[in-house]
């Protein structure tokens, strides 16, 4: 059973629907045992740091996250599930998880891109990734596949080691961070199309 975790943050339907698609059990949960018992998590989201956080905190999740760390349970992190497993975020000047230790940056507002020309923040639309190192979750992926993102905010981990992919918007940032039996897009798969339900079928399929 995989647990997609409930904490407030949202999106949670449509990482079910795209996990029920592949023909993986699932159950959208904030239920501390469920978590536990689970044979997987995944920790999707939008919105923001300090409130998710507070919503972990209360729910008892954060600690279910540190212990299904540390008994090398395969974990998934997606968008704002990525940005709180760092340790600090400049979004609502957020203390995070602290699973991968890194801080977790705001796009400047005047990010530009190669013309000089302003770019949008949030960046709001398709974009590539770049592997910096191999990683059993992204076999298959092409050089050419685009996944979809939605940010003002990107991962910056203190070690590069933890950077397992990046992506070019105006500046290059992580978009792909992993450490152990951790995984974490700053994209989301559910919303990828056929290459992010292929990395999100490498995950469930992940033995770390």
């Not at 990482?15 to 059990?25: E, P």
């Not at 999740?61 to 600090?88: R, S």
């Not at 609502?92 to 400047?108: K, M």
């Not at 979809?148 to 990046?166: K, L, M, N, Q, R």
């Amino acid at each position: 059973m995989i647990a997609i975790i409930d904490y407030d943050a949202g999106n949670l339907a449509s990482v079910a629907r795209a996990v029920s698609h592949l023909g993986y059990a699932n159950v959208i949960t904030r239920n501390v045992e469920e978590i536990r018992s689970a044979g997987r998590i995944i920790f999707p989201g939008v919105g923001a740091a300090g409130s998710a956080m507070t919503s972990l905190k209360r729910l008892g999740i954060d600690a279910v996250l540190h212990e299904a760390f540390n008994q090398g349970k395969p974990m998934l992190g997606i968008c704002l599930g990525t940005q709180i497993i760092m340790g600090y975020s400049e979004e609502n000047q957020t203390p995070c998880l602290g699973i991968i230790p890194g801080i977790v940056r705001a796009f400047s507002p005047d990010l530009r891109d190669s013309d000089g020309i302003r770019l949008k923040i949030p960046q709001m639309g398709w974009n590539r990734v770049q592997p910096v190192k191999v990683h059993p979750v992204l076999a298959g992926l092409k050089e050419t596949d685009e996944f979809y993102f939605v940010h003002g905010f990107y991962p910056e981990p203190a070690h590069s080691d933890h950077i397992v992919g990046t992506t070019h918007y105006g500046i290059q940032f992580a978009s792909i961070v992993g450490y152990r039996n951790l995984l974490a897009t700053q994209f989301h798969l559910e919303k990828s199309g056929k290459p992010g339900l292929a990395l999100l079928n490498n995950f469930c399929q992940w033995m770390p």
